[in-house]
């Protein structure tokens, strides 16, 4: 795949974090968990942020999927409820 840059998310302290990427493409960036796509956003910022329906399945994944959204778990529920962000298969 062309132009697609692949990243360790990071820690308050700058390490890489096994296991957690950012991968960032023309379209927008994804945040994978694993083996799993959690969620994408958009660089059309007219376009709502996708998550995948295995958006908050386990501990680890919530923790760097707020790093990634730069919110909560209740905000992000939220803006599920309200139709900002969309629930999309993913992988």
Same mark, same amino acid.
Not at 6 to 30: A, C, H, M, W
Not at 43 to 66: E, F, G, H, M, Q
């Given at each position: ?24 493409? /023309? ?10 796509? /959690? ?5 059309? /910022? ?20 707020? /790093? ?24």
């Amino acid at each position: 795949m062309k132009n697609i840059k692949i990243e360790n998310i990071k820690s308050n302290k700058g390490n890489k974090i096994p296991n957690q990427f950012v991968l960032r493409t /023309i379209d927008g960036v994804y945040f994978q968990s694993y083996q799993t796509v /959690i969620a994408f956003r958009p660089v059309d /910022i007219a376009l709502p942020i996708l998550l995948d329906p295995k958006w908050n399945c386990s501990r680890t994944t919530s923790k760097y999927r707020t /790093i990634f959204l730069d919110e909560s778990t209740k905000e992000t529920r939220a803006k599920i409820d309200s139709g900002e962000y969309k629930i999309a298969k993913l992988n």
